[in-house]
């Protein structure tokens, strides 16, 4: 089992900054990769960034070159920085990981709100 628990979100103006974390427990070893998802209003969840077990990267076309992900294997943590915010990435982000036996977990979810 692996428990997922985000933090971070909150209300931004146009352009600025968030960087959201992502503390899991548990049987973390068996963690595959860990996904940043985000769900809007009346939309479906969509993947926004990837980060493997062996560190390889990946983003959303929509993302890519103002989001970044990366993990501290010491503190068993992924995040999400987030940059040049735009009032379209106002969302719930969501944490999840897979784990070896393709058993998937998520977190509780955490609001970003982009807004002037």
């Known amino acids: 089992q692996v428990q997922l628990v985000e933090s971070g979100g909150g209300l931004v103006q146009p352009g600025g900054s968030l960087r959201l974390s992502c503390a899991a427990s548990?049987?973390?070893?068996?963690?595959?990769?860990t996904h940043w998802y985000r769900q809007a209003p009346g939309k479906e969840r969509e993947l926004v960034a990837v980060?493997?077990?062996?560190?390889?990267?990946n983003y959303a076309d929509s993302v890519k070159g103002r989001f970044t992900i990366s993990r501290d294997n010491a503190k068993h943590t992924v995040d999400l920085q987030m940059n040049s915010l735009k009032p379209e990435d106002t969302a719930i982000y969501y944490c999840?990981?897979?784990?070896?036996?393709?058993?998937?977990?998520w977190g509780q979810g955490t609001q970003v709100t982009v807004s002037s």
């Open positions: 999840n990981a897979d784990d070896i036996q393709g058993t998937a977990y």
């Open positions: 980060i493997s077990s062996l560190g390889t990267t």
């Open positions: 548990g049987s973390i070893f068996s963690i595959r990769a």
